[in-house]
């Protein structure tokens, strides 16, 4: 049983910054990419932004320049710092990752979501 748990969600104003965490725990062989996603009430999970194993990264047009993906490989924890916050960056954030299990299991793990908004 792998569980991942997300943290730092909250309240902010426009402009101001957050920092989510999401630590994966249990039978973990080994992780590959994970990511973070976002969702509003009536639309479709979006992407945010990913980071490989190795580092690489990719992000959302709409959060480049403002968000930075990191991980911790050590501690099986990715990272989202998000700056410059806009109210339509007010959604459910979640973390996912992409893993294997010490049995060998490979499967796309999410976690249970984080609740951010942004007032203007």
């Known amino acids: 049983q792998v569980q991942l748990v997300e943290s730092g969600g909250g309240l902010v104003q426009a402009g101001g910054s957050l920092r989510l965490s999401c630590a994966a725990s249990?039978?973990?062989?080994?992780?590959?990419?994970m990511g973070w996603y976002r969702q509003v009430p009536g639309k479709q999970r979006e992407l945010v932004a990913t980071?490989?194993?190795?580092?690489?990264?990719n992000y959302a047009a709409s959060v480049k320049g403002r968000f930075t993906i990191s991980r911790d490989n050590a501690k099986n924890t990715v990272y989202l710092q998000m700056n410059s916050l806009k109210p339509e960056d007010t959604a459910v954030y979640f973390c996912?990752?992409?893993?294997?299990?010490?049995?060998?299991?490979?499967?796309?793990?999410w976690g249970q979501g984080t609740q951010v908004t942004v007032s203007s």
């Open positions: 996912n990752a992409a893993l294997t299990t010490r049995t060998g299991y490979e499967y796309l793990n």
């Open positions: 249990g039978s973990i062989f080994s992780i590959n990419a």
């Open positions: 980071i490989t194993s190795g580092g690489s990264t």
